[in-house]
């Protein structure tokens, strides 16, 4: 059932969304890898006169990433551009069948600042100048058959309110590890316990904090070593 956020006044809003089908692109691999995110590079790095799109890929096992991408009915070709360790670029051309999300937040003028797959739906965090705009992504979801759910929504968050540069998932998910006990000594809680706090699998809990704490580590620590 889709039920769209109320539209009540212009400010610009940041929005949690849950978004699921089938074939969105790359669903399939990501439910494959649940060690896996992905995350769109900017447009600046895309070629979409080519069909081909660059995405940032974090894996624990790109060898298990490549099995899922091998049987995901929404990937026709995928190319690994660029490795660095536990993190890489690909670039991808999408099947024919694929359902894109993205392109509607561009056209209403909103901004994808993180996504994430947890094994059966993506969650988006998306920028919007209003929540006039944000209803369009209702109203294209109903058009396409994709189940889409608010999980909350923030007034008044621009995002180049970027902090330590956090987004506002990794936030929840250490907050929630540090009202659990997972960072006593020892533990009250484990990594087990937090992923059902957070509702995701493990291993998509244990690579939201790592990339969390690193995310800290650069935005606090001097840079010039």
Known sequence: MHTAPIVQRMSDVTAFV???HPDLVL??????????????VSEAGTDPQS???LYHIHSDDFDRF????????????????????????????????AKLFSPVISIANGVALD??????????????PSRTQL?????????????????RVNDYASPLE??????EQQRE??????????????????????????GISQPAAGGLLRRAIKRLILSSLPTDR
């Open 173 to 198: 998910a250490l907050l929630i590890s540090l009202e659990a006990g997972y960072f006593e000594e020892p533990r009250d809680a484990n990594l087990c316990d937090v992923a059902a706090k957070l």
């Open 162 to 167: 970027t902090d330590t540069g956090l987004t």
């Open 66 to 97: 490549e099995v899922g991408l091998q049987s995901d009915h929404t990937i026709a070709d995928y190319q690994q551009v660029l490795r660095n360790r536990d993190e890489s670029i690909y670039s991808f051309e999408y099947a024919e069948q």
């Open 18 to 20: 849950r978004v699921q």
């Open 135 to 151: 209803s369009r992504l209702w109203e294209y979801a109903t058009k396409n058959n994709i189940e889409i759910e608010l999980e």
């Open 115 to 128: 996504m994430e797959n947890d094994g059966t739906a993506w969650t988006m965090t998306v920028w919007m």
């Open 27 to 40: 669903t399939q691999t990501v439910t494959h890898d649940q060690t896996a995110t992905v995350k769109p």
């Open 51 to 53: 069909g081909k799109y």
